[in-house]
């Protein structure tokens, strides 16, 4: 999978939906503000590992891709439950790199800012690619597994060695 940019995809949403995402987005600062005056700004900052925005993203990826698929004439349920799951596992594996980011960043800061602001990016940044890259290989490994569990043929021999020599 590669990541990219694309302003472009700017033009599926409608304006409705901007609306919500904001609206959301500014009602989970709002909560996240309310614990940590309520309970202590520990509390309260471990509520901000949510990113705000992502309440309504989810939502509107699953709408965004179901009207792209009825758009080529598909359902698009599946594939817009299917988006919205990968949004969700990419949360959470940046929110594992988040848990990095505070360890280090709370060991470094006394000694230097900047030094813990640094040394915790790149803690977040190894974290979360490590994490990815480990679901990833996790789960193709499952998926040739059940493809092996489902066609009997593919457990005997690979292709290779059941073919004859020529």
Not at 5 to 19: A, R
Not at 40 to 67: N, W
């Amino acid at each position: 999978m590669l990541v990219r940019v694309s302003p472009s995809s700017l033009k599926d949403g409608k304006w409705h939906e901007y609306v919500v995402r904001f609206a959301l987005g500014g009602a989970a600062t709002v909560v996240t503000g309310l614990i940590a005056k309520g309970f202590g700004p520990a509390i309260g900052g471990l509520f901000l590992a949510l990113p705000a925005i992502f309440c309504a993203s989810v939502t509107l990826i699953e709408t965004h891709e179901i009207r792209r698929k009825r758009h080529e004439g598909l359902a698009g349920k599946r594939r817009g439950r299917e988006a919205a799951a990968l949004d969700t596992a990419g949360a959470a594996l940046g929110s594992i790199g988040l848990l990095a980011f505070a360890a280090v960043f709370t060991a470094l800061v006394q000694s230097s800012v900047a030094l813990a602001f640094v040394a915790a990016t790149a803690s977040w940044l190894t974290v979360a690619v490590t994490a990815w890259w480990i679901r990833r290989k996790l789960r193709v490994t499952t998926a040739r597994k059940a493809a092996g569990r489902l066609d009997p043929d593919r457990q005997r021999s690979s292709p290779l060695i059941s073919s004859p020599r020529r």
